[in-house]
């Protein structure tokens, strides 16, 4: 399948204002994203879709492709999904969609989401990593049940599989997965998805990915071995990050 890469990027962020356009080693946290995910050669052709000229401006002066949408959109999901729809975009079979503000995503992770749709595995595909039985507590921390073929059962915010009895801790230690918000779609699933109504576990857990799989839409999950990178919400996560980069360009 030939694959489309779409970056939503909405400048209205509350806890981090402006956050697609604050700086990353002295580039607009959006072009980093742009960046790391056309170096990873995973998709034909890559777009940031923003709500705002302001951003567009910023990331076209860097060199890349840029679709402004609609400012009503509830999520990412739907940003995406309206990038798809248009003409240009039409011979694309399948779109991963990439956080804005996930500079250091795992090129594993956006890699073994859209395989698992391009090769026709899954009409939806998702990404994991396997992490420590710290995370289950911790409820800004999403995790991922999957089934026997790798298909997603359920998603929470809760310490989910839930250790009832003790005996059972390294069976359950070897399935913590903690989600990778990446998401690989079917151009077919992508539009059921979207005209799907909110359902009431995804008004629940605060959670979109919830919508499809209560519908019956199959979700693959692809699972990693390498710890996910924390996301960029706050002012401190900006700090963070702008060391981490500095480490790691620099060692």
């Given at each position: 399948m030939r694959t489309l890469a779409v970056i939503p990027a909405r400048l209205g962020a509350t806890r981090l204002p402006r956050k697609p356009l604050r700086l990353l080693a002295g580039l607009p946290l959006v072009v980093r994203v742009w960046q790391r995910v056309t170096e990873m050669a995973v998709a034909e052709r890559c777009v940031v879709a923003t709500d705002s000229d302001e951003v567009a401006i910023a990331v076209r002066a860097h060199g890349a492709e840029v679709v402004l949408t609609r400012e009503d959109h509830p999520s990412g999901t739907d940003r995406v999904a309206e990038v798809a729809a248009r003409r240009e975009f039409s011979s694309f079979e399948a779109i991963?969609?990439?956080?804005?503000?996930?500079?250091?995503?795992?090129?594993?992770?956006?890699?073994?989401?859209?395989?698992?749709?391009?090769?026709?595995?899954?009409?939806?595909?998702?990404?994991?990593?396997?992490a420590s039985r710290d995370v289950l507590d911790n409820p800004n921390v999403v995790k991922v049940v999957a089934d026997d073929r790798g298909s997603a059962l359920y998603f929470s915010r809760a310490p989910i599989p839930f250790l009832r009895d003790s005996a059972d801790a390294s069976t359950q230690a070897s399935r913590v997965w903690q989600h990778i918000g990446v998401y690989a779609y079917s151009r077919a699933a992508l539009d059921c998805w979207v005209r799907l109504s909110v359902h009431p576990l995804e008004r629940i857990e605060r959670l979109e990915q919830l919508r499809p799989l209560a519908a019956g839409l199959r979700m693959g999950v692809a699972v990693i071995d390498e710890p996910p990178h924390p996301g960029i919400d706050t002012e401190d996560d900006l700090a963070r990050a702008n060391r981490d980069w500095t480490a790691i360009t620099t060692g």
């Open positions: 991963v969609n990439v956080q804005g503000d996930e500079p250091f995503v795992s090129a594993q992770a956006v890699a073994g989401a859209t395989g698992l749709v391009a090769d026709g595995a899954f009409p939806l595909g998702t990404a994991a990593a396997r």
